[in-house]
């Protein structure tokens, strides 16, 4: 301030000067704490899991996946019902009219809900390796994409017949059998459902879950 006022003949401000003085000293202080804190070691981020886990005692868990043909406006869907013990319960490749993947990955959690419902589960655990699907049912569907609200809706009403629904994203490696049977819905183009028993093509990324496949019957 006193060079201003030397120099380019400025009114000296005394409350400026104040301010400017708490500001500098409050910036050193701040800084000398900072150098003398204690340094927290970071938190390491969670990362999930990448292998497939089995559920609970008593409840179903469904693995749903959609492959889109963008030119075709088609999708392949996927999906894999195994139990607490990881063993094959039922599988269900289909295809669907969809205009984008998201779409053909919401439809592809439909049907995986009213494929378990036939089944007659009630206890129900949901995979999905779509956050923007699963980010939207456990949220606020109103906050998704309006195309997908009529199918988000289906969902919440189809998934209210059970008992206890949960849902949860998980990364493509855990979800490779839902993926194999929507890539295989893609090449049939047909309704296909296997109970108890998998697909041959499908016993191999079953087992590779370290999980029973086919199921051991007993005597």
């Excluded at 569907?141 to 919440?156: F, H, V």
Aim: hydrophobic content about 40%; charged content about 15%.
């Amino acid at each position: 301030m006193r060079c201003k006022t030397a120099i380019e003949s400025h009114p000296p401000s005394p409350m400026v000067v104040i301010c400017e003085s708490h500001a500098a000293l409050r910036s050193y202080l701040n800084a000398q704490a900072s150098k003398n804190a204690i340094r927290t070691p970071p938190v390491p981020e969670a990362h999930p899991p990448q292998f497939w886990s089995p559920p609970e005692n008593g409840v179903v868990k469904i693995n749903v996946d959609a492959s889109w043909n963008s030119e075709h406006h088609m999708a392949g869907i996927g999906v894999v019902l195994r139990n607490s013990s990881g063993v094959f319960i039922a599988g269900l490749a289909c295809s669907a009219d969809a205009d984008s993947s998201i779409e053909a990955e919401t439809l592809a959690i439909l049907e995986g809900c009213n494929f378990a419902i036939q089944q007659g589960h009630t206890r129900v655990v949901i995979e999905s390796d779509s956050k923007e699907a699963i980010s939207c049912l456990n949220r606020s569907i109103p906050r998704g994409r309006w195309q997908l609200y009529p199918i988000l809706c289906s969902i919440r009403n189809s998934c209210s017949t059970f008992w206890d629904c949960n849902w949860s994203w998980v990364p493509r490696t855990i979800n490779l059998a839902a993926d194999h049977l929507a890539k295989l819905a893609m090449l049939r183009m047909s309704l296909s459902i296997w109970v108890n028993r998998p697909p041959s093509s499908l016993i191999g990324i079953l087992d590779k879950d370290g999980l029973p496949c086919p199921p051991i019957l007993s005597a």
